[in-house]
């Protein structure tokens, strides 16, 4: 069956159930369509057939299909959902949104196991994380980017991050580490950083980086599946992946999640495979989060 006839197909079925939460889900013979995540602000997750996921709304961009694109023909290897279909719509509400249809991933987050597991398994979890970074890190350069752009998403379309801009502050080309720390203390003074008694200092206090690597931009215990043996499964939410600075997945790791992730995030901080300083990263995120 085509693709976009499944779909179709798929579509039409869950839109006529009563899809059902995946804990409510657990442990029931017959599969029916789940509602993976439908936090407030976030995009909608659904799993609408056995192996097939739906993720809707206005952050599903083309920049997650091409980064998954890229896995599947660079490194297969990395536990990433494999893409299906993607498309953009416009609502009523006029403000564009996208679908990203990809493979379901069996398991677990590790935010709702991460409790049970013990000691010795949480370490070699964490590890294992950075191993996997390491591969990511590996993933070649897409050939058809801008050669000038240093720092990029995976398709070319620009960082919506708030160290770097926002939809009405669309952020420069960045043709080298200098510009980007420009960048970023561009935007820390248009948001009146220098209000801060040291303010000034932070074009001193940001990290530096001779290197452009592939970087998820997201890596937390609830985009982490794992299985029943504690093994990754799967790594999921590419929505903010492109080419960043060495140091760019450990600042995204570090930065405040849920208190129920504190014991992680001091774990992945005591394995990082290099000593980063981010202090200056750590300032600008107070007056530009």
């Not at 993607?86 to 987050?109: C, H, Q, V, W």
């Not at 499964?233 to 929505?239: K, Q, R, S």
């Not at 903010?240 to 001091?266: A, F, I, K, N, T």
Request: proline share 7%; net charge negative; aromatic share 8%.
């Amino acid at each position: 069956m085509h693709i976009l006839q499944r779909i179709k197909r798929c579509l039409t079925r869950a839109s006529s159930s009563t899809a059902v939460t995946e804990a409510d889900s657990a442990g029931t013979s017959a599969w029916e369509p789940q509602v993976i995540s439908n936090e407030i602000f976030r995009s909608r997750v659904r799993r609408i057939d056995y192996d097939l996921v739906v993720k809707s709304g206005q952050c599903v961009r083309e920049n997650e299909a091409k980064a998954l694109e890229l896995l599947a023909d660079s490194a297969p290897d990395i536990p990433a959902p494999r893409l299906s279909y993607f498309r953009t719509f416009k609502p009523p509400n006029g403000i564009a949104a996208g679908d990203l249809f990809m493979s379901y991933i069996e398991g677990r987050t590790l935010r709702s196991v991460w409790p049970s597991l013990s000691e010795g398994i949480k370490q070699k979890v964490c590890k294992d994380i950075w191993d996997l970074i390491v591969k990511i890190r590996n993933v070649k350069r897409p050939p058809t980017l801008n050669p000038e752009a240093y720092y990029t998403t995976v398709d070319g379309s620009p960082f919506i991050h708030p160290l770097l801009g926002a939809r009405n502050d669309p952020y420069p080309l960045l043709k080298d580490d200098q510009a980007l720390r420009d960048r970023i203390y561009e935007r820390f003074v248009a948001c009146h950083g220098l209000s801060y008694a040291d303010g000034k200092e932070l074009p001193r206090m940001l990290p530096h980086s001779n290197s452009s690597v592939f970087t998820h931009g997201d890596i937390h215990p609830g985009n982490i599946l794992i299985d029943d043996e504690a093994r990754i499964v799967g790594l999921v939410d590419w929505e903010s992946s492109g080419l960043l600075p060495d140091y760019g997945e450990y600042v995204w790791m570090m930065r405040p999640l849920l208190e129920c992730d504190d014991e992680w995030q001091s774990m992945m901080d005591s394995h990082r495979i290099q000593d980063w300083d981010i202090t200056g990263i750590m300032k600008a995120r107070r007056v530009l989060f």
